[in-house]
């Protein structure tokens, strides 16, 4: 059974970097995409990016100067980072899995974090 | 890249069927058969419900559909039930550069 879970500092100062990780079971990192999507209070989804083992990546063209998304084979994980943050980015931040055809079939519960002084 | 638009919400008797559409343009939605429909409860994983269309992922009910025509997609529930009560979002893929592209959201209620 595949299981996907979020985790990292739920709270980040202004202008620093969010990086979160994604632990990755009952299924290897090494195939599909990895996704980020978030979900800022009271609006809709938005796409960050995803990221294949081998290192290729696709982001968001509106974050793509401020994202980073690896894929970590040896932890069977992804990572998020998002540079320069600023309160726009307060959000709930999920990780899904892409096997291919542009769908994301598993999908972790989500990890809020606030940007905040 | 803009959002796809979806109504903001929708809302049906429980047995009554309810229908979202997500209208995108011929670079996302029209362009390809890659949309999919997500299901969202509040504190829950979001769940896919349909991918290329029409296609339904193992154990999701056939009340379940979707289908398309021309820049719009649409997702049908049939047979509403308490549990369908949740935010529905489409997503299309929209070329090289943006793998995925969601839509606007849909509360749906069920009375």
């Known amino acids: 059974q595949v299981h996907l879970q979020e985790s990292g500092p739920g709270l980040v100062e202004p202008s620093g970097t969010l990086s979160l990780t994604c632990a990755v079971s009952g299924v290897s990192i090494s195939s599909d995409w990895w996704n980020w999507v978030r979900q800022p209070p009271g609006k809709g989804l938005e796409w960050i990016g995803e990221a294949f083992h081998s290192g290729l990546t696709n982001y968001n063209p509106s974050l793509k100067s401020r994202v980073t998304i690896s894929v970590d084979r040896s932890k069977n994980q992804s990572s998020l980072k998002l540079t320069s943050v600023n309160a726009a980015d307060t959000a709930v931040y999920f990780c899904?899995?892409?096997?291919?055809?542009?769908?994301?079939?598993?999908w972790g519960q989500g990890t809020p974090v606030t940007v905040s002084s | 890249q803009s959002a796809l638009t979806q109504p903001p919400s929708a809302s049906g008797s429980p047995g009554q069927s309810v229908t979202i559409s997500c209208t995108g343009t011929s670079s996302d939605v029209g362009g390809y058969d890659f949309v999919s429909w997500y299901q969202l409860h509040p504190g829950k994983a979001p769940k896919l419900i349909i991918y290329e269309v029409t296609k339904r992922p193992s154990g999701v009910p056939d009340r379940f559909s979707g289908s398309k025509s021309g820049n719009t997609a649409s997702l049908t529930v049939s047979g509403l039930q308490s549990d369908d009560d949740a935010d529905y979002y489409c997503t299309s893929h929209a070329g090289t550069n943006n793998a995925f592209v969601f839509g606007t959201g849909t509360k749906v209620t069920v009375l």
């Open positions: 899904a899995r892409s096997p291919g055809t542009f769908r994301l079939d598993h």
